[in-house]
């Protein structure tokens, strides 16, 4: 079973998976999965029908909206906030009606591959996917996806090299665009071309 701190609200239809653990004050809208032994941390914020695989541990503070989509084994740092409108209003162009908080044609997707890490403090846009392993620096702003196994940082961000799947940084990106196969001091082994990262 689950263990859901007695502060923690939970909307109906929600599905949280066997060995999973939410926090102090974390608010989970209807409709929302999360997977087995995830970890949701205090005063977290999961939005209706968001999905979240298994073993994805959120941190404190974290506001995930409707729309995205979390795969498993993903870590999600504290004070991270994922976007899913580029053009958001409070009202109609009347000013006398509050546009609705529903998903709409003006809702995009955001999707977080596999193993991937966000650090702390950073800004999710949407309509874009963050790669398989790849790896967020703390208070990035993401504007545009994030290939497999690439490390980004700054605002917006940028890459700057490859991580490993044991989260070691092992290579820096150069200019080179020949193809080359890079070992991490942990073993596993990559080829990597014109900045298209593959496992071996």
């Not at 653990?21 to 970890?39: K, L, P, Q, Y």
């Not at 999961?46 to 298994?54: E, P």
């Not at 874009?128 to 967020?136: C, Q, Y």
């Not at 490390?151 to 991580?163: K, Y």
Request: with cysteine; aromatic share 6%; glycine share 8%.
């Amino acid at each position: 079973m689950p263990r859901i701190h007695p502060t923690a609200i939970i909307e109906d239809n929600v599905t949280i998976g066997e060995g999973s653990s939410v926090w102090d004050n974390v608010h989970i809208r209807h409709g929302a999965t999360i997977g087995e032994e995830c970890i949701i941390g205090e005063k977290t914020y999961i939005a209706y029908d968001v999905k979240i695989g298994n073993r994805v541990k959120i941190n404190a503070m974290v506001y995930i909206c409707a729309e995205v989509t979390i795969e498993d084994g993903v870590m999600i740092s504290a004070s991270t906030t994922f976007t899913n409108d580029r053009f958001p209003r409070a009202t109609f162009p009347d000013l006398k009606t509050l546009r609705p908080s529903e998903p709409d044609e003006h809702t995009l997707t955001t999707l977080v591959r596999e193993g991937a890490t966000i650090g702390a403090g950073c800004t999710i846009g949407n309509d874009l996917t963050i790669g398989r392993w790849a790896m967020v620096g703390m208070g990035s702003l993401v504007t545009k996806s994030v290939p497999d196994f690439h490390l980004v940082i700054g605002s917006p961000a940028r890459s700057i090299g490859v991580v490993c799947k044991c989260g070691q940084l092992f290579h820096k990106f150069d200019e080179s665009v020949e193809k080359k196969e890079i070992a991490c001091s942990c073993g596993l082994k990559y080829e990597i071309e014109n900045r298209n990262v593959k496992e071996l």
